[in-house]
């Protein structure tokens, strides 16, 4: 979520989107021949200057410069657990994107979804996979209907 990019900005956030980050910005850079671009993303990100010119792209574009604990949450959440034990062995991102807009984003500047586990993480039965946001209760209630429908993850059997 938004929370998560800002934080990767300033130097901290989850470290899978860290490490993806690193990996697109490399490769950006080096189709613009880039010396070291390595070193580049690494400095921009761990200096701050990544986040420092975020925040002049956002007072550009007329924008509001915040922290991302400023970031408003929904009112509406409902978290969705693991139905068995096992190993994330695929993740749907259609129907992640699906649940996502019918919870309200991109619109609705609260909705969407938070993963809590990613592909190949192992689960426990009942540990929560994901949240759904959402500003309407109607939205989340139709959210969690496609859940039930197309539930994005799909958890090998076994127990580890």
């Keep these: 979520d ?23 910005s490399i490769v950006i850079l080096k189709r613009l021949k880039a010396k070291d671009p390595k070193k580049k993303v690494l400095d921009a990100l761990d200096s701050g200057k990544a986040y420092e010119k975020m925040k002049e792209i956002i007072k550009a574009q ?17 978290e969705i ?11 749907n991102n259609k129907d992640v ?11 609705d500047k609260t909705a969407g979804i938070h993963l809590n586990k990613k592909l190949k993480d ?3 039965k009942d ?5 759904i ?3 309407s209760d109607k939205r989340l209630k139709y959210a969690i209907e496609l859940v039930k429908e197309r539930n994005p993850y799909v958890i090998s059997s076994g127990i580890f």
């Design 133 to 135: 946001y959402s500003d």
């Design 122 to 124: 192992r689960v426990k």
């Design 62 to 78: 007329r924008g509001n410069i915040f922290k991302p604990e400023q970031l408003r949450e929904a009112k509406f959440r409902k």
């Design 127 to 131: 540990e929560v996979l994901f949240t």
């Design 97 to 107: 994107s699906k649940i996502a807009r019918i919870a309200g984003a991109p619109q």
């Design 2 to 24: 938004a929370r998560d990019a800002l934080k990767v900005l300033m130097g901290k956030g989850p470290k899978d989107l860290r490490e993806k980050s690193i990996k697109m």
């Design 81 to 91: 657990c693991a139905v068995k034990s096992g190993k994330i062995i695929e993740v």
